[in-house]
């Protein structure tokens, strides 16, 4: 199953730099790096991303996460993806771009 993480420009180049990440300032305040699923997506960029542009967009496989990877109630009492160690390079599988247009994010084909 694919799960999926926004970072913004900055934290996707130090990701790139780095070759592994603890996350955003959110993942790194809570101890864990946020995911979500495909049908969870637009309302986590709707509701922590409202208005920015540059951001991307990554996929993940959740088979390769293990153990670390653990789904818990958050939003709404749905599971959320939560990932209990460093994201690394080779657990993303792609990167998009994740465009805003007219204030609403733009999906890759991939999720639709």
């Keep these: 199953m694919l799960i999926y993480k926004i970072f913004r420009a900055e ?65 709404g009492g749905a599971l959320f993806p939560h990932l209990y160690r460093r994201l690394r390079r080779d657990d993303v599988l792609w990167t998009r771009p994740l465009p805003l247009v007219d204030g609403t994010h733009q999906f890759p084909q991939e999720m639709t």
């Design 11 to 75: 934290e996707l180049a130090q990701f790139e730099a780095d070759g592994e990440t603890a996350g955003a300032p959110v993942d790194l305040a809570d101890g864990y790096v946020h995911f979500s699923t495909a049908a969870q997506a637009r309302e986590t960029a709707a509701k922590h991303f409202a208005g920015e542009d540059g951001l991307s967009l990554l996929a993940c496989e959740t088979a390769a996460m293990g153990d670390a990877l653990k789904w818990e109630t958050s939003r």
